[in-house]
Antibody, heavy 120, light 110 residues
Framework: QVQLQESGPGLVKPSQTLSLTCTVS??????????WSWIRQRPGKGLEWIGY???????YYNPSLKSRVIISRDTSDNKFSLMLTSVTDADTAVYYC????????????WGQGTLVTVSS | QSALTQPPSASGSPGQSVTISCTGT?????????ASWYQQHPGKAPKLMIF???KRPSGVPDRFSGSKSGNTASLTVSGLQAEDDADYYC??????????FGGGTKLTVL
């Protein structure tokens, strides 16, 4: 059974870079037809798709965040990561890593989520 | 890319049916049959309830059903139960390998 677990700092200062990692257990980030994704949820707000990395290594981002986001993967450690630069308090959110099945555009597997607060 | 539009709230009594709408544009819901619905209880990660407009993942009760007409997708919950009290989010493929979510609907079981 595949499981996802987010990790990273819970507090980031304004203008700095938010970095999170998702560890995949029970499966591989480089096999199978999946997209490995980051999704966030601001406090009391809805879900926002940040982007994903295809099992082939191609990346796709939300146009509204594209200039500040990099999603990468480490196949040897079976992890994928999120970097969000120049953060402001508007980036305070619960960040979820997740998996989509290629061709379905549906998030079938979620991590538990991790709260990242942007504050000085 | 704008968020899909959902009503902020919906409600129904146990045993009743309730329908939640999700409105997009001709660039997302109107163009693709990739509407999905998620259920989220407080403090928990979302759970996929419907994909490809009207398909249920294994384990999701058949009380949950989906449909689509034009730019609007809908989720119907029949035979409401107390555990259905949650937030519901829709999403759609929006072309160019992008995804868009709705703002969410809080479903209250009275």
């Amino acid at each position: 059974q595949v499981q996802l677990q987010e990790s990273g700092p819970g507090l980031v200062k304004p203008s700095q870079t938010l970095s999170l990692t998702c560890t995949v257990s029970g499966g591989s980030v480089s096999s199978g037809a999946y997209y490995w994704s980051w999704i966030r949820q601001r406090p009391g707000k809805g879900l926002e798709w940040i982007g994903y990395i295809h099992y082939s290594g191609s990346t796709y981002y939300n146009p509204s965040l594209k200039s500040r986001v990099i999603i990468s993967r480490d196949t040897s450690d079976n992890k994928f990561s999120l970097m969000l630069t120049s953060v402001t308090d508007a980036d305070t959110a619960v960040y979820y890593c997740a998996r989509l099945v290629d061709g379905l555009a549906a998030v079938g597997l979620w991590g538990q989520g991790t709260l990242v607060t942007v504050s000085s | 890319q704008s968020a899909l539009t959902q009503p902020p709230s919906a409600s129904g009594s146990p045993g009743q049916s309730v329908t939640i709408s999700c409105t997009g544009t001709s660039s997302d819901l109107g163009r693709y049959n990739f509407a999905s619905w998620y259920q989220q209880h407080p403090g928990k990660a979302p759970k996929l309830m419907i994909f490809e407009v009207n398909k249920r993942p294994s384990g999701v009760p058949d009380r949950f059903s989906g449909s689509k007409s034009g730019n609007t997708a809908s989720l119907t919950v029949s035979g409401l139960q107390a555990e259905d009290d949650a937030d519901y989010y829709c999403s759609s493929y929006a072309g160019g390998n992008t995804l868009v979510f709705g703002g969410g609907t809080k479903l209250t079981v009275l």
